[in-house]
């Protein structure tokens, strides 16, 4: 029963705390006009950044007003305290991932971003590896025939876990990064193999992204 309690007490705190710590955070946004531009004139898009940094991301790209935005939370332990902060910041969630409900997560991610919502999504996640992409941001802005948006995140002081994607815990008060790339479309003709080097281009963009945002802090370590 405590132990229950206490699970139901850190869900109706959690998601607030999350806030308060990330607002905190001094954030500096380069290349992030045309992204903008897409928000304030209520079109929808997908937007993707590294697992690792998805903290800053979730914060950055909650729906504001009455954009409505989706997020992909796979079925995981972890995963049900993400959704808990997530749906309360606003995301409508779809739950699964490429390991777990993958063939109909895509689909889900697919119905909702052509139905007029927006897809927030970690391409390397839930497992890995890490920095490397996998289909879902593509098919689905694809088959939506929405911009695809990168966003590559760097934080100047963090905490790093040791996980698999290297989670990043910023530190409250300290400062951020985000890079963007112009909303990309992505042909509906490419297929197979050409997809599949959409894809790298698209890993190897987001991660120069990246390390454009480290830069914008004065980092030379990733």
């Known amino acids: 029963m405590k132990k229950k309690l206490f699970v139901i007490a850190l869900r109706i705190l959690l998601w607030k705390v999350v806030l308060w710590w990330c607002r905190t955070l001094r954030v500096k946004k380069v290349g992030a006009q045309q992204f903008e531009g897409l928000r304030a004139?209520?079109?929808?898009?997908?937007?993707?950044?590294?697992?690792?940094?998805?903290?800053?991301?979730?914060?950055?790209?909650?729906?504001?007003?009455k954009e409505k935005i989706s997020a992909l939370v796979s079925q995981s332990n972890d995963g049900e305290f993400l959704a808990t902060v997530l749906e309360r910041w606003g995301y409508t969630l779809i739950r699964g991932s490429s390991h777990s409900g993958?063939?109909?997560?895509?689909?889900?991610?697919?119905?909702?971003?052509?139905?007029?919502?927006?897809?927030?999504?970690?391409?390397?996640?839930?497992?890995?590896?890490?920095?490397?992409?996998k289909m879902g941001a593509l098919r689905a802005a694809q088959q939506a025939s929405v911009p695809l948006v990168l966003a590559g995140i760097a934080l100047?002081?963090?905490?790093?876990?040791?996980?698999?994607?290297?989670?990043?815990?910023?530190?409250?008060?300290?400062?951020?990064?985000v890079a963007y790339?112009?909303?990309?479309?992505?042909?509906?003709?490419?297929?197979?193999q050409s997809l599949d080097e959409c894809k790298m281009?698209?890993?190897?963009?987001?991660?120069?992204?990246?390390?454009?945002?480290?830069?914008e802090l004065g980092m030379k370590d990733t």
């Open 181 to 192: 790339s112009e909303p990309m479309i992505v042909p509906k003709e490419l297929d197979g």
């Open 102 to 133: 993958g063939k109909e997560a895509m689909q889900l991610m697919i119905q909702s971003v052509a139905g007029g919502s927006s897809l927030a999504i970690t391409p390397d996640g839930p497992r890995g590896p890490r920095h490397e992409m």
């Open 156 to 177: 100047e002081k963090k905490k790093l876990l040791r996980s698999w994607d290297r989670f990043e815990v910023p530190l409250p008060f300290s400062r951020a990064a």
């Open 41 to 65: 004139a209520g079109k929808n898009y997908v937007v993707a950044f590294w697992h690792g940094s998805m903290l800053i991301g979730w914060f950055l790209h909650r729906p504001m007003g």
């Open 201 to 215: 281009n698209m890993q190897q963009q987001l991660n120069k992204l990246t390390a454009r945002a480290e830069e």
